[in-house]
Nanobody
């Protein structure tokens, strides 16, 4: 059974940086799309980023493009989200997510329904 365990969240000021980590077990990266979702108070869960989507490079929501960077360390089975220039509106619970890496998934590389499972999440709070 796949397990996704996030860490690295916290309370920071606007303009600061955080790096989130996701330890993955039970499924290899080779046949998986990895990514991040977030859910802010009073809002729907939204897509943030994905990596290893079939035939695509890393993808990002427009709201975080240029500020967030997704990466993986295959040797450590770990996914990262480097968040720079954090804004108050980035405040949310951030969930590591996993999806199937197939040709059919290519059209969903920037959508939350790309993923079939996600972890419990880590809280990121950005103050002004």
């Amino acid at each position: 059974q796949v397990q996704l365990v996030e860490s690295g969240g916290g309370l920071v000021q606007a303009g600061d940086s955080l790096r989130l980590s996701c330890a993955v077990s039970g499924r290899s990266f080779s046949n998986s799309v990895m990514g991040w979702l977030r859910q802010a108070p009073g809002k729907e869960r939204e897509f943030v980023s994905a990596i290893n989507c079939f035939g695509r490079g890393p993808s990002y929501a427009e709201s975080v493009k240029g500020r967030f960077t997704i990466s993986v360390d295959n040797a450590k089975n770990t996914v990262y989200l480097q968040m720079d220039g954090l804004k108050v509106e980035d405040t949310a619970v951030y969930h590591c997510a996993i999806g199937y890496r197939t040709s059919d998934s290519r059209a969903y590389c920037d959508r939350s329904d790309l993923f079939f499972n996600w972890g419990q999440g880590t809280q990121v709070t950005v103050s002004s």
